[in-house]
């Protein structure tokens, strides 16, 4: 027979599981000595049987008899009698914390007979009456679920009566109507009396507390939490105490410490006679602990006391409820406090100092999120805001600067000093300079892997996307939003971390810990307060201790010397991701175009040649920037179209010209363009003529970049300096591909090395990310002396979606669906394509020991995602440089975690 | 230490991998004490290692050496014997044949003193100095590798010299002098003499075995015979014996069935006082076995005993090559011979009466390609032809009509009476009307899984594809081929099996095979020859002994009631897929159309009801068509983007209105129309919203197809009939996803089949077509009744190849580079795809035992991928209605095999 019923006296913390959090703390306060109300815990396998069936298991209401007994006699009080009453509370508890989500109801127990023996026993007429007032309403509301509003009109109407604004000035006679009007109320709602059977109502009330774990409000809280949905609730039976007995009466909530700043020292609000929703509700002013220590001095020791019990045995901050009845301290629920970003690096730090807990422990108290929250400049929080709308917050930051429209205007602006936002529809790879010139990019169209998405995070550039109430109108330089417009030059104010748009100039705050990342110690610590101060040495603390710690290396994705450098600083131990298409763009575009306009090999052969020495100079400034490091270099991978223009753009151009019988050299170009986009057109470029397959396609192609890359690194060899380079063949489905490719490197660099008198190691890699590279790994690993895990089009084709079609449409009704519960191009889908990472290391080692495998996709930078690459066995992560902090600490957090 | 050199003697017929094909049926041969002149097989291992070493492995030259002295003492000569010499060929020999492929030199051993001896010996002086010129010839153009031309030009300048046609008018003297020119001419070319010493004449005519196996033409026929490339050859060296010495000599080659009809009796060619290669040269007539049979009544007595008895060996059709030396009968190879698909299955039909082998090895013997070859009508073989180029043979068959461009204009023709060839550039699903319409499909672009060739496979109905010498003008209504033009009208005629396209009508043969599978045994064996009659009953016999062994069901892909009846007619057992979208198309296009467009969910819904009816109805035909049998319909899987015009047309169509300043409703149409083709415009939609995402984001759809199934099974139910419908949801990557379709889907069942008050069990599937998908088999399983694997997609998504672009473009180059041998579109790729079929039915079965699987993708029609679903342990194949024999039979093979 299942246990469904566990007093207070017997469970633990460590049983969050089957009582759910608050229950298992109160277990082991009471197991502590602690001043716990005594009670009992309904466990989380009852709900979840209640909910499977609709009804409780069969031995439930008998458990529930015997524990009611246990505690009736352990108070010497009974429920609903008539003298005496014991009265008691109902709460829900979860194993994870869900504020506000679920149900409580207080003073059950009370009817119209125990009312009047609570009376006699306190008192304090007054007191009960109200007591037996919160109970109706509760009920009414959370029980019966009858509109809140019924109840608390008929309260503010009588405090009308009374010219009142708080309930204390309601007498013991507007009690009474007011009972009396809330059980008319309920009779009138509901179809029946108010329960007055004392064992009814707590029925009633744990049924309906179960019943609150699957109202749509927690469900959909749930699925954003990431809170599996079939862990059902707990229910706490508990002895109610009451801090609404007069002045030497109160209520209140603490913390061990300050969970906004991490600031060392017990912190909280204090009510005097009040009960705990009245703190909640913030009706009257509340005090602080000093103020309690000058109100109550033995009951203050008491509770500092409890704390610091606390603070020592669960080694971590902790908050607390408590109630003072009549000089009495009650403590009601403790947990392990939640916190701000700051607070978890500086609290994790303060206990390691403290000794309560290890470096390693500390790790576990903060996450890569955090400190990426603190990474980022914010808007000043005290400042006007005139919110414009909201999009998707893609990457997060605090930018500022005037609205353009093309990417043209933003370069000009920029180079004049300007700060630009960049306002499109979407983006392509052709507003490459106008992101990189501007502040921050807001797109109307395309959800967080959107190519704005991808690369602003990339260049850690603050980015909202799909900010859907915008219109924007390219060509008259103009975008509306609610009947509002934003002209070009106007300034707006974009915070990625919330996504919301604001008209004007908010003022940007900088972030310390970022200064201490990019400048060090030295630098961070400089002109900041000693708080400051504390929190920038907590994270260098904390950041040094994960990079002893971890396994996985971290490397970046980065296509640009300017990127290399910085992600250097940042931390990163080589580039993972070098796309070579990135180099293609700007001025160098109309070279790529005459590669693939060609119409013959000589031409094409031509144009390629003027590309060597402008690629050779890339990689000869990247190998600089990274000198001593590996730097992975992709050989190009878009399908080829990609540096045409639109198709429908450039043949209604087209159209149009001649309709209008234009003639001339503008024209002559634009149909040759034109033939070349319709001869490269595709329906499906994503599964189309890309990667590998372009090189073994387009003769020369790969053979110019192999040649840049192997100069670039003689040149380098030749000065003394410590090229590290790696050649990655993409989009690989088949041993055979590279193997070909890999014949035709490795013919380059014996030429090229031959040529320059030099000797050098360069090894040839593979991207594995289509399912075939996958599954076919053992064969893979013949040909290739690395793997990097392209997990981007590896959840594409695994799950047969285009980010960039499918994201925003479907994922916010699969979210919505619960068919995922985060994207699986934010997190790696452990169960499709982590599988397939699963198969192909596993595999990929069979056939070559200690072959080195890295991922290079977006998961490179995603906390949990990094969980799941050290548990695999990667050798490293490859992520945006912003990303590489998070990286390290996440790997390190793994290192210790696993 | 490797043997690398075998004695006749010593092997047998089952070392093929080891002696080639011919050099294991000379050992067998010897071993039945047939008469083969003696001599020794060197292996295909001493080929391997000596192609991968450049360098004859070390032992091989003493173990020749062994086996030559061996040789030598059994015949009593010895090489370049200056009187009894000992004349030896070398051919070569690999396991698989490859007619023509490789090399061949005679009469090694000759010099400039041993022909001589020859002279003396044969007392034939001129045999002895054409034997030493043949020699001359074959080994400069093999061995030496100087131009044949060389030789065979100096030999007809003899002959002109003569006034000669045959060799036989040449003299001893004429003879020595060419033999005197060759030499030089050997001299001038490979710059040294012609090699005098018969060993090393030997040495290197087994090099250039070796060398042969490896030209440019062996590659090329290996890849398109799909034989491995790394196997290597045999060499066979064997005595000399002439058929040239006399009248009483002569060779010939014979099989013992017409391997052309299957006809009963031996069948072959002979020539008298001639050498093999004559035969092949075809210089002279040859006569006939019946021919022997006079000449020379003892060895055509031996003959026919010979072959008798190889027949009774081998238990098959045998063909053989012999030599008559003066009145001595030599067996000089056999192996299994070749036949045409109709001998096939007569020879298979009757060895089985002639109680030599069982009904299962009978099912060895032929194949499902043969069987297709049988069922398509063919071009009478006789007739004129006029070429005008060659495309892909995409589907095959003969057919003729007159060029149409359009799709309305082949149904209005077609409607009249008229037999049309529907003429495009490349076909997309609004050509479907026309493609009915037509006799044959030709296309200018796409592949062989190009939509043209899979909708015209499934309908099968010829079709040629990507014949890229045709321009085709569709508005102009004519298409050209190297500067002839194809008016509208004009008659054209296919060959679906070659590929070949002609100007004018060419008569088309009927296939009595096709009749019989149509139309059953005894009609088609009506008013048709015995020979014929015999081969429809084979065909019958087979197929029936097929059906009886195979564990696969077969059932047909089919989207309409004809095609339901036609593929029952041919066999099938249900339909594994018939696709909901071709039910919207043609007058229905506009209702959804208006689904569509609509921008609110009142509107939408109104165009789903207009729908309702006609789904109905279409699946009350198909039920009926199918009745008893299981219908599985797939809901609506395609991107509803597929039901409008191209963007890139109605964008020009309306910059070109507005340009014009027209105004009017067909105007506003358009731009309706094109807002929405905007809002679904995706880059990939093969990858966008499609499926079961289309379902779970338009509110109704899958609702109304639900439903109109529903209430058509009902329907029938009541009629008496007995519907056997089954739901599948495509592109499921969440087994979620499947649960949410379900959940609707039951919902919708139940009340239907409450409404209609019938009791009814409809299963409830999903398509496995996305890695994801197979990945989570184990899950997915949980909320399946059924599974139908669509391994086209799952071959795109599993390779990240979309079949409409790369097809034609790289897997030209895929081929020729080997990185496939064949389409993984074509043939299942069993490594990768296969891989995950096997993971999916594994899983898919531990969690539901017996889950009942199939495929419906194109791979369910290809007999190689058949094998491989029989093996895995689908439970069903599923193919176009055509290929529903064809399947059959294989299935029985694949029974038969595994």
Same mark, same amino acid.
């Given at each position: 027979?299942?246990?469904?019923?566990?007093?207070?006296?017997?469970?633990?913390?460590?049983?969050?599981?089957?009582?759910?959090?608050?229950?298992?703390?109160?277990?082991?306060?009471?197991?502590?000595?602690?001043?716990?109300?005594?009670?009992?815990?309904?466990?989380?396998?009852?709900?979840?049987?209640?909910?499977?069936?609709?009804?409780?298991?069969?031995?439930?209401?008998?458990?529930?008899?015997?524990?009611?007994?246990?505690?009736?006699?352990?108070?010497?009080?009974?429920?609903?009698?008539?003298?005496?009453?014991?009265?008691?509370?109902?709460?829900?508890?979860?194993?994870?914390?869900?504020?506000?989500?679920?149900?409580?109801?207080?003073?059950?127990?009370?009817?119209?007979?125990?009312?009047?023996?609570?009376?006699?026993?306190?008192?304090?007429?007054?007191?009960?009456?109200?007591?037996?007032?919160?109970?109706?309403?509760?009920?009414?509301?959370?029980?019966?679920?009858?509109?809140?509003?019924?109840?608390?009109?008929?309260?503010?109407?009588?405090?009308?009566?009374?010219?009142?604004?708080?309930?204390?000035?309601?007498?013991?006679?507007?009690?009474?109507?007011?009972?009396?009007?809330?059980?008319?109320?309920?009779?009138?709602?509901?179809?029946?009396?108010?329960?007055?059977?004392?064992?009814?109502?707590?029925?009633?009330?744990?049924?309906?507390?179960?019943?609150?774990?699957?109202?749509?409000?927690?469900?959909?809280?749930?699925?954003?939490?990431?809170?599996?949905?079939?862990?059902?609730?707990?229910?706490?039976?508990?002895?109610?105490?009451?801090?609404?007995?007069?002045?030497?009466?109160?209520?209140?909530?603490?913390?061990?410490?300050?969970?906004?700043?991490?600031?060392?020292?017990?912190?909280?609000?204090?009510?005097?006679?009040?009960?705990?929703?009245?703190?909640?509700?913030?009706?009257?002013?509340?005090?602080?602990?000093?103020?309690?220590?000058?109100?109550?001095?033995?009951?203050?020791?008491?509770?500092?006391?409890?704390?610091?019990?606390?603070?020592?045995?669960?080694?971590?901050?902790?908050?607390?409820?408590?109630?003072?009845?009549?000089?009495?301290?009650?403590?009601?629920?403790?947990?392990?406090?939640?916190?701000?970003?700051?607070?978890?690096?500086?609290?994790?730090?303060?206990?390691?100092?403290?000794?309560?807990?290890?470096?390693?422990?500390?790790?576990?108290?903060?996450?890569?999120?955090?400190?990426?929250?603190?990474?980022?400049?914010?808007?000043?929080?005290?400042?006007?805001?005139?919110?414009?709308?909201?999009?998707?917050?893609?990457?997060?930051?605090?930018?500022?600067?005037?609205?353009?429209?093309?990417?043209?205007?933003?370069?000009?602006?920029?180079?004049?000093?300007?700060?630009?936002?960049?306002?499109?529809?979407?983006?392509?790879?052709?507003?490459?300079?106008?992101?990189?010139?501007?502040?921050?990019?807001?797109?109307?169209?395309?959800?967080?892997?959107?190519?704005?998405?991808?690369?602003?995070?990339?260049?850690?550039?603050?980015?909202?996307?799909?900010?859907?109430?915008?219109?924007?109108?390219?060509?008259?330089?103009?975008?509306?939003?609610?009947?509002?417009?934003?002209?070009?030059?106007?300034?707006?104010?974009?915070?990625?971390?919330?996504?919301?748009?604001?008209?004007?100039?908010?003022?940007?705050?900088?972030?310390?810990?970022?200064?201490?990342?990019?400048?060090?110690?030295?630098?961070?610590?400089?002109?900041?307060?000693?708080?400051?101060?504390?929190?920038?040495?907590?994270?260098?603390?904390?950041?040094?201790?994960?990079?002893?710690?971890?396994?996985?290396?971290?490397?970046?994705?980065?296509?640009?010397?300017?990127?290399?450098?910085?992600?250097?600083?940042?931390?990163?131990?080589?580039?993972? %991701?070098?796309?070579?298409? *990135?180099? /293609? #763009?700007? =001025? +160098?575009?109309? !070279?790529?175009?005459? &590669?693939?306009? $060609?119409?013959?090999?000589?031409?094409?052969?031509?144009?390629?040649?003027?590309?060597?020495?402008?690629?050779?100079?890339?990689?000869?400034?990247?190998?600089?920037?990274?000198?001593?490091?590996?730097?992975?270099?992709?050989? %190009?991978?878009?399908?080829? *179209?990609? /540096? #045409?223009? =639109? +198709?429908?753009? !450039?043949?209604?151009? &087209?159209?149009? $010209?001649?309709?209008?019988?234009?003639?001339?050299?503008?024209?002559?170009?634009?149909?040759?363009?034109?033939?070349?986009?319709?001869?490269?057109?595709?329906?499906?470029?994503?599964?189309?003529?890309?990667?590998?397959?372009?090189?073994?396609?387009?003769?020369?192609? /790969?053979?110019?970049?192999?040649?840049?890359?192997?100069?670039?690194?003689?040149?380098?060899?030749?000065?003394?300096?410590?090229?590290?380079?790696?050649?990655?063949?993409?989009?690989?489905?088949?041993?055979?591909?590279?193997?070909?490719?890999?014949?035709?490197?490795?013919?380059?660099?014996?030429?090229?090395?031959?040529?320059?008198?030099?000797?050098?190691?360069?090894?040839?890699?593979?991207?594995?990310?289509?399912?075939?590279?996958?599954?076919?790994?053992?064969?893979?690993?013949?040909?290739?002396?690395?793997?990097?895990?392209?997990?981007?089009?590896?959840?594409?084709?695994?799950?047969?979606?285009?980010?960039?079609?499918?994201?925003?449409?479907?994922?916010?009704?699969?979210?919505?669906?619960?068919?995922?519960?985060?994207?699986?191009?934010?997190?790696?889908?452990?169960?499709?394509?982590?599988?397939?990472?699963?198969?192909?290391?596993?595999?990929?080692?069979?056939?070559?020991?200690?072959?080195?495998?890295?991922?290079?996709?977006?998961?490179?930078?995603?906390?949990?995602?990094?969980?799941?690459?050290?548990?695999?066995?990667?050798?490293?992560?490859?992520?945006?440089?912003?990303?590489?902090?998070?990286?390290?600490?996440?790997?390190?957090?793994?290192?210790?975690?696993?």
């Amino acid at each position: 027979m299942a246990k469904y019923v566990y007093d207070f006296s017997e469970g633990d913390k460590d049983q969050k599981a089957l009582l759910g959090g608050k229950g298992a703390n109160l277990a082991e306060m009471t197991n502590l000595g602690l001043p716990v109300p005594p009670g009992f815990t309904i466990t989380t396998e009852a709900c979840r049987e209640f909910l499977a069936d609709e009804a409780e298991p069969a031995e439930l209401h008998v458990q529930v008899t015997m524990a009611l007994r246990q505690l009736e006699d352990s108070v010497g009080r009974r429920l609903g009698d008539l003298h005496e009453p014991l009265l008691v509370s109902v709460r829900s508890g979860a194993r994870y914390s869900m504020p506000g989500m679920m149900d409580t109801v207080l003073n059950i127990g009370l009817n119209d007979a125990s009312v009047k023996g609570l009376v006699k026993e306190s008192g304090d007429e007054r007191f009960a009456w109200d007591s037996y007032r919160r109970l109706l309403q509760m009920f009414g509301k959370t029980v019966l679920e009858i509109p809140g509003e019924v109840f608390s009109d008929a309260l503010d109407e009588a405090k009308r009566k009374r010219n009142a604004t708080s309930d204390l000035s309601l007498d013991v006679e507007d009690l009474k109507a007011l009972v009396r009007t809330f059980k008319r109320e309920i009779r009138e709602h509901s179809g029946a009396e108010f329960p007055q059977h004392p064992r009814e109502q707590l029925d009633l009330a744990i049924r309906a507390v179960f019943h609150s774990w699957n109202t749509e409000r927690a469900r959909l809280y749930r699925r954003r939490e990431r809170i599996p949905q079939e862990l059902g609730t707990a229910v706490n039976v508990c002895t109610m105490v009451f801090g609404n007995l007069g002045e030497t009466s109160g209520t209140g909530v603490a913390f061990t410490r300050d969970p906004a700043s991490g600031k060392i020292g017990a912190y909280g609000d204090y009510l005097s006679n009040a009960q705990g929703e009245d703190v909640v509700a913030g009706i009257r002013n509340t005090l602080s602990l000093d103020d309690l220590a000058q109100l109550d001095p033995p009951s203050h020791r008491e509770l500092t006391k409890v704390m610091r019990r606390l603070e020592t045995h669960y080694r971590d901050l902790c908050d607390v409820e408590f109630t003072i009845e009549r000089g009495k301290l009650w403590m009601l629920q403790t947990r392990v406090g939640k916190r701000t970003a700051g607070a978890a690096f500086r609290i994790a730090a303060q206990l390691v100092d403290e000794q309560l807990i290890t470096l390693d422990e500390a790790l576990e108290r903060v996450s890569g999120g955090q400190l990426a929250q603190l990474m980022f400049p914010q808007f000043d929080s005290g400042a006007a805001r005139d919110l414009l709308t909201t999009g998707m917050a893609a990457s997060p930051g605090a930018a500022v600067g005037r609205a353009v429209f093309d990417s043209s205007t933003a370069g000009e602006w920029a180079a004049r000093g300007e700060r630009v936002v960049l306002v499109r529809r979407e983006t392509n790879p052709d507003d490459l300079e106008g992101m990189i010139a501007a502040e921050g990019i807001l797109t109307a169209r395309g959800g967080k892997t959107s190519h704005a998405a991808v690369v602003a995070r990339g260049m850690g550039k603050t980015c909202v996307c799909g900010a859907e109430a915008l219109e924007v109108d390219a060509i008259a330089k103009k975008a509306w939003v609610g009947g509002r417009a934003i002209n070009e030059g106007d300034v707006i104010s974009l915070d990625g971390s919330t996504g919301e748009i604001f008209a004007g100039e908010l003022a940007v705050v900088p972030s310390p810990v970022e200064v201490y990342i990019e400048q060090g110690l030295n630098v961070a610590v400089q002109q900041v307060d000693e708080e400051t101060a504390e929190l920038v040495r907590a994270v260098d603390r904390l950041l040094s201790h994960a990079d002893a710690r971890r396994r996985l290396a971290v490397r970046s994705n980065a296509d640009t010397a300017e990127d290399a450098a910085r992600a250097r600083k940042l931390g990163a131990e080589g580039i993972g %991701l070098c796309r070579t298409e *990135h180099m /293609f #763009l700007g =001025d +160098r575009r109309s !070279l790529i175009e005459h &590669v693939i306009v $060609a119409t013959d090999a000589a031409e094409r052969q031509a144009a390629l040649v003027a590309l060597l020495p402008l690629q050779r100079q890339d990689f000869i400034e990247l190998l600089d920037a990274m000198d001593g490091l590996p730097v992975t270099i992709r050989l %190009l991978d878009p399908p080829l *179209h990609e /540096f #045409l223009p =639109d +198709r429908t753009d !450039l043949s209604v151009k &087209v159209a149009l $010209a001649k309709e209008r019988g234009e003639t001339g050299p503008e024209l002559d170009a634009d149909v040759k363009v034109l033939a070349a986009v319709e001869r490269l057109h595709e329906s499906n470029p994503m599964l189309g003529l890309r990667g590998v397959r372009l090189g073994l396609l387009i003769p020369g192609l /790969f053979a110019l970049q192999i040649r840049a890359i192997v100069e670039a690194a003689c040149s380098q060899l030749k000065q003394g300096k410590d090229p590290r380079v790696e050649i990655m063949v993409p989009l690989v489905g088949s041993v055979m591909e590279l193997h070909l490719v890999r014949d035709e490197a490795q013919a380059i660099i014996a030429e090229v090395t031959a040529e320059q008198g030099v000797a050098m190691d360069v090894p040839i890699g593979t991207m594995i990310e289509l399912p075939r590279a996958a599954l076919t790994a053992h064969r893979i690993a013949d040909a290739a002396d690395f793997f990097s895990f392209g997990t981007n089009d590896l959840t594409q084709t695994t799950w047969g979606f285009s980010r960039d079609d499918v994201e925003a449409a479907v994922f916010a009704v699969y979210l919505a669906k619960g068919v995922f519960t985060i994207s699986p191009f934010e997190t790696i889908d452990a169960d499709g394509v982590g599988r397939l990472v699963e198969i192909a290391v596993k595999e990929g080692r069979q056939t070559r020991p200690g072959l080195k495998m890295g991922v290079c996709g977006e998961h490179g930078g995603d906390p949990e995602s990094i969980h799941f690459f050290h548990k695999v066995g990667l050798d490293y992560v490859s992520c945006s440089p912003f990303r590489v902090p998070v990286a390290r600490l996440e790997a390190g957090r793994a290192a210790v975690a696993h």
